[in-house]
């Protein structure tokens, strides 16, 4: 008897969770992409997070990014089916990018329910909660429909808070949302920010970096029993670090999990952004 998963896990590379991570769970993770240039680099794989960081300062022109084909979605869940599993795909917010969309399209060419597509309305570690939820639940052999279920049970329990260094990377990409009540203010502003409802909303305008980690600190102390928390950087271990001191009474440090915003997300958050991640418990 095959000791395979019944049920795979796909998500996208808005994810953000490392390689090795992805490797060593079993997770397909389809890659969005990132032009720079003349040169188009799929997002976790033809280039690091240290690589792009390192380039971001130096461009004339803004990267730009853009959403898996139908095609990418359709080929890998041939494979993932074709020993008899079931696939849940598991993507950004679908108010952020067309990625969920073009996931559906393909999932329509199964079976109904043989592939099961979720916009978590999420990005970045709010997306890989759900995610990690799903291979845990798969590798203790829960039936699919439960783990669908808690998928989106986790999306709905975690949210996202993250400070920038500028908003200019939010603005020049288009993804300002709700933000345009700090589009006139002082360019050294730090905006504090949330996901609500699958978009980028404002918080709170800080004046200096310090003051902002600080705040998000906060922020998340005032958040009740937590499950999961996750801190993530543009090439900032240093600000990473310092926001997961400031909660070690909140969470324990060594359950912290820190990384790396990948170049899809840091084109548009820029350098220096530091995000973090809360999956709320089950009250």
Not at 249 to 254: E, H, Q
Request: proline content about 5%; hydrophobic content about 40%; glycine content about 8%.
């Amino acid at each position: 008897m095959s000791n395979k998963p019944s049920v795979k896990v796909v998500t996208d590379s808005t994810s953000d969770i490392e390689p090795e991570q992805i490797k060593r769970l079993g997770i397909t993770s389809i890659p969005l992409t990132v032009l720079i240039g003349d040169k188009t680099y799929r997002d976790g794989v033809d280039i690091t997070p240290q690589e792009f960081y390192k380039r971001l300062p130096t461009l004339e022109k803004l990267p730009t990014t853009s959403q898996p084909s139908p095609g990418l979605f359709l080929k890998a869940y041939e494979e993932l089916i074709a020993d008899g599993s079931s696939v849940i795909s598991i993507h950004l917010s679908s108010k952020l990018s067309g990625t969920y969309e073009n996931a559906m399209v393909a999932a329509r060419n199964f079976p109904p329910g043989k592939v099961r597509v979720i916009d978590s309305k999420q990005i970045s570690a709010g997306l890989a909660f759900s995610v990690y939820t799903a291979v845990e639940m798969t590798q203790a052999g829960y039936e699919i429909d439960r783990i669908e279920a808690e998928a989106r049970s986790v999306a709905e329990r975690t949210q996202i808070f993250a400070t920038f260094d500028t908003i200019e990377y939010l603005k020049k990409g288009g993804r300002v949302g709700g933000l345009k009540a700090f589009m006139g203010s002082l360019l050294s502003i730090k905006p504090l920010i949330q996901v609500k409802d699958g978009e980028v909303q404002p918080l709170e305008q800080i004046r200096t970096r310090n003051k902002s980690l600080q705040r998000l600190a906060e922020i998340v102390k005032k958040q009740g029993k937590i499950d999961r928390l996750a801190i993530l950087h543009g090439d900032d271990l240093d600000g990473a670090t310092e926001l997961a001191n400031l909660l070690t009474g909140v969470f324990p440090l060594k359950d912290i999990y820190i990384s790396f915003i990948g170049p899809v997300v840091g084109t548009h958050t820029g350098p220096r952004a530091i995000g973090v991640g809360i999956q709320h418990a089950v009250s």
